[in-house]
């Protein structure tokens, strides 16, 4: 499922990410890389135990906690703590596949998560940098994607994807992982789509019609099938 998330941080949360990271300290991206794709990135990081990538990071988990969409497409069990990192004119990262598990530090205790979907949140406008696309490759074709600030896509971690090379001014966004309460793709997506039509349907009908009751009947019963927790 490839899905884009508009306006995820509200106005002021966007301006407080933009000017904290501006006055940033920025390391070698390659720290949180695994041993092959480290070969191919070449971009700066937040460092991932420094204040300001902690304080950020709680921004965005508070985003995602009340974000209806993102709760829906991804069914959270464990989301990493959000990441942040700069591509400045030259940087770039080559096609790669992100570490199917990854080892996380969750509420002072040491634990992993199993990386189902990847998230991208865009903190830098389009307009404000050349270059710079997430770019998806999926069974020979390849999806480009640069959204405005603020905005943020998914996709499955299981897809190839790079970067382009920025050719001007400077790609900043954050980046983490989630592990799904759901971990097969085409599951989470009939999930998806089923709530998205009950969603509709208790617009129109309202929550106590018989037919908005009994598909609410049914997700909350394949949710308990397929539900690991």
């Not at 770039?92 to 189902?116: C, K, M, P, Y």
Request: glycine share 6%; with cysteine.
């Amino acid at each position: 499922m490839l899905l884009h998330i508009p306006a995820l941080l509200t106005a002021d949360e966007l301006s407080h990410c933009r000017a904290t990271l501006k006055n940033a300290q920025w390391t070698d991206g390659r720290e949180t890389a695994g041993i092959q794709s480290a070969k191919s990135k070449n971009n700066l990081q937040l460092p991932r135990d420094s204040e300001a990538c902690r304080e950020l990071g709680e921004v965005v988990l508070r985003a995602l906690g009340r974000n209806a969409l993102f709760n829906s497409a991804v069914l959270p069990y464990r989301v990493s703590p959000p990441l942040f990192n700069r591509y400045d004119s030259g940087m770039s990262f080559g096609a790669h596949v992100d570490n199917a598990i990854r080892g996380i530090l969750a509420a002072g205790i040491h634990t992993r998560i199993r990386t189902d979907v990847s998230s991208t949140l865009f903190l830098a406008d389009p307009d404000e940098y050349d270059g710079g696309e997430l770019t998806i490759h999926t069974n020979g074709n390849e999806q480009a994607i640069k959204l405005p600030a603020g905005d943020m896509v998914l996709y499955p971690t299981t897809a190839l994807h790079s970067v382009t090379p920025v050719t001007r001014g400077s790609r900043v966004a954050a980046f983490f992982w989630s592990q799904s309460m759901i971990a097969e793709e085409s599951r989470r997506q009939i999930m998806f789509d089923l709530d998205m039509q009950v969603t509709l349907l208790r617009e129109r009908l309202g929550d106590s019609d018989p037919a908005v009751l009994s598909l609410t009947n049914i997700y909350h019963n394949m949710m308990r099938q397929w539900c690991i927790l």
